[in-house]
């Protein structure tokens, strides 16, 4: 090929080129350039609007006391022989707890007897006299003077029997008191004293403690507005009482409640109430602070929507509304109790209306929205049969 003729061919080419790079970089605006993607909506789940039994409770902080406290002292003064308990052991009403050592109080028990049977022979001996006198007195072989005097001395030795058989009884009842037992079922504490010291009727700080658990109280606190409905709870019938861990998580147990204190705290305004529960399990231990939640009222099908469902705005209470376009409506209503994950509705919204639960401040009214699922009712918001 001649040379005109070769670059001829090369100028070809490279216009060849440049045209095609044009095509390639032109490409991608016309693409970019096309009609927007519709949009696909702010995904979301609702739930629908019930009828249901909703329970309405109150709350406030209590603290564990055992149902009875018995501090185990000594009644009598000796040495401490044995202790017949491990510290932190259930005990039985009438279970052995301590031993004094019993030897003077047995002594002082069998002396007291003897006395007894000297008393004993000398007024037998006083009787027989007597019979005797009052035989001669008709023949005036005794004289009234003697049959009195002898006569006295019966009804003078019948008194000493008496004070006899009391200072018995006394004798053994300060022998049985070295037997110390407990008088009540419950738990043992710490040991306060060991064996082999002296013990002594004076004595405060005791041997142990025991308290019973099972059942075992709480002593709790509500505002003094809260006592009618309280108050016509408890005339109704059994209140139920649960308690709670301090972060609410835990269900400890479940009792009744027992008595509204007799008077309310002026100072701070609350009254203070008691609650008695099985405690099988043994969750609640005295001087423990729980979390209570008393039930005073059940209310029965009401409206009802989840509580996340609810939102605030400046107006007040308003919920996002799922239309049949799946576009949202702000909705204002009213609502009641808000318990175990459920609000009560009084105003705003419809049986069977559709509510958005979550994603909320993604939207605003008119909103496309795409939904996720169809949230289960909380167990406490499901229609009551």
Sequence with gaps: MNGPRRN???????????VGAAAWFTREPATAAGP?????????????VTRATVPVYLEGLGNVQAFYTANITARVD????????????MVRKGQLLAQIDPRPNQAALDQAVATEAKDGAQLDS???DLERYLMLAPQNLASKQTVDQ????????????????????NARTQLD????????DGRTGIRKVDPGNNVHASDTTGIVVVTQMQPITIVF??????????????????????ALSRDNQTELDTGTLSLIDNQIDPSTATMRLKAVFPNQHSTLWPGQFVNVRLLVQQQQGVMTVPSAAIQHGPDGLFTYVVRSDSTVEARALKAGVDSEGV???TDGLKLGERVVINNQYRLQPGARIRVLSAAEPPIASRAAP
């Design 177 to 184: 008191y070295t037997s110390i037992v407990s008088p009540i």
């Design 343 to 345: 609000v009560v509705v």
């Design 221 to 242: 606190t509500l505002p003094e507005d809260d006592l009618l409905p309280v108050s016509r709870a408890l005339g109704a019938g059994a209140v139920q009482v649960t």
């Design 126 to 128: 006083a009787k027989s």
């Design 36 to 48: 927007p993607a519709v949009p696909n909506g702010v995904p979301v789940e609702t739930a629908l």
């Design 8 to 18: 001829l061919a090369i100028a070809a080419l490279g216009l060849a080129g440049l």
């Design 150 to 169: 002898q006569r006295a001395l019966v009804a003078q030795l019948q008194a000493q029997l008496k004070v006899d058989r009391a200072i018995i009884d």
């Design 78 to 89: 000796g040495e401490l022989r044995r202790v017949a308990f491990v510290e932190g052991q």
